[in-house]
């Protein structure tokens, strides 16, 4: 018999994951419990789309992602009632008359015990299908009105921690395509209402629509500065600092400095760390966002990536006419001869994400560095405590009073 590959196994083969990581996330399952991906979700280290398609290549079952769960049609869910669904905590996806078959979606879709009885309760044939944990409990509160425990709430909330601006985190291709299945009643089931009353929006939301925290973020965590320095444009210093502390998820925290390094540079890129490597999960200002987006970049020794990423110190201004910083820049369609900017955006004291700028409009001065310095601290700073926080409030299940 062929062993199954586990699942962190093929996460850091492909790059996706490094061992420290992987290691990381085992101690906090032991604890907190739930599966491996959801651990490695709650910290961030990968992103569900990478997830998924782990998960469909591990089983050799098709992945549906999170996007096409909040499009389910109503003739599906209806072939379930709450009871069975939140029983088994599955959700169905589609139905067709003509095979007496059901497409389900549930966590393991090699529960032959779960499929089976199943199919026997309702009378009809089972396809499963799989798709995170995270997306699974999701579904069953979308439609029918099961509220997941706390944990899942943290999560569905922040969404991926990893940046991804402007591409869809749940686009991954075939692994999250439903277009193979049948077609039939095109109508999106709505969600089934609730007992329990609606979870209130957080107020962080809001406010980063308006480009400033609600003052109940202010009142959680006030600095003690005088209001009167706190003026309407949030792209100053001590408005950066304001939206860092309401800020909800690592993208929020990231944001903050996305938007102030604006006013310096005319492109900026995130990289995201993966095995050996970085890869741009962000691109802003530039022509070609769609074709860089994903672009990996080697993490050669010797170059102002590696050195960034070591010290966990920032780089200012021209870099050495090296072959690795060469590719670098190469590599994000930048001229090599220009002035760049290279900060470490650490967490857990790692720097998990790296932000670039280029296209700098003049000269920065002493102060404008130390600035950018001391804003790319407070962000670092701002993405422990919101994996502290949620470290914080989780408990495991069988220690929970009831």
């Known amino acids: 018999m062929v062993k199954k590959p586990r699942l962190g196994e093929m996460l850091i083969e492909e790059g996706v994951l490094t061992p420290e990581q992987l290691k990381t996330a085992l ?31 591990q089983l050799g079952i098709s992945a549906i992602s999170s996007a ?3 499009e389910v049609p109503k003739y599906a869910i209806n072939k379930l009632d709450r009871a069975q669904a939140e029983k088994y905590q599955v959700v169905p996806i589609d139905y067709s008359k003509d095979k ?22 309702i009378g009809l044939n089972i396809r499963p299908h799989l798709a995170s944990e995270a997306a699974v409990i999701y579904a069953l509160e979308r439609y029918y009105g099961i509220t997941p425990d706390r944990r899942y709430i943290l999560i569905l909330e922040a969404g991926s921690t990893n940046v991804t601006h402007g591409v869809s985190p749940d686009d991954i291709g075939a692994a999250g395509d439903m277009s193979h299945l049948p077609t039939g009643d095109t109508g999106v089931a709505p969600p089934i209402p609730s007992s329990s009353p609606p979870r ?12 400033r925290t609600s003052p109940s973020a202010r009142e959680e965590a006030d600095l003690g500065i005088p209001d009167s320095i706190w003026g309407e444009d949030q792209l100053d210093l001590p408005g950066c600092i304001r939206r860092l502390q309401g800020a909800s998820n690592h993208t929020k925290a990231v944001e903050v400095l996305l938007d102030y390094g604006q006013r310096h540079f005319a492109r900026r890129f995130v990289l995201a760390e993966r095995a050996q490597r970085y890869e741009v ?31 966990l110190r920032p780089h200012f201004g021209f870099l050495s006419q090296s072959p690795q910083n060469i590719s670098f820049m190469k590599r994000l369609n930048e001229d090599p001869g220009g002035p760049v900017v290279v900060l470490p955006l650490a ?19 002493k102060l404008e560095i130390r600035r950018l310095q001391m804003l790319t601290e407070k962000v670092s700073l701002a993405r422990d405590i919101l994996v502290l926080r949620r470290r914080l409030i989780l408990l495991p299940n069988d220690l929970v009073e009831r």
């Open 281 to 311: 999960v962000f691109s802003g200002g530039v022509e070609d966002a769609v074709g860089l987006h994903g672009r990996s970049i080697p993490l050669e020794d010797g170059s102002v990536l590696a050195n960034v990423r070591e010290s």
């Open 347 to 365: 967490s857990q004291g790692r720097a998990d994400l790296v932000l670039v700028g280029t296209g700098i409009g003049g000269p920065l001065t």
């Open 27 to 57: 101690k906090a399952q032991m604890i907190y419990g739930g599966r491996l991906g959801t651990n490695l979700l709650e910290f961030g280290y990968i992103s569900e789309q990478a997830l998924t398609s782990a998960l469909s290549n």
């Open 68 to 70: 096409a769960l909040a």
């Open 100 to 121: 007496r078959r059901l497409d389900i979606v549930l966590v393991d879709p090699t529960n032959l015990s779960v499929l089976d009885e199943l199919s026997f309760q």
């Open 200 to 211: 209130p929006s957080g107020s962080t939301e809001t406010g980063r629509a308006q480009g």
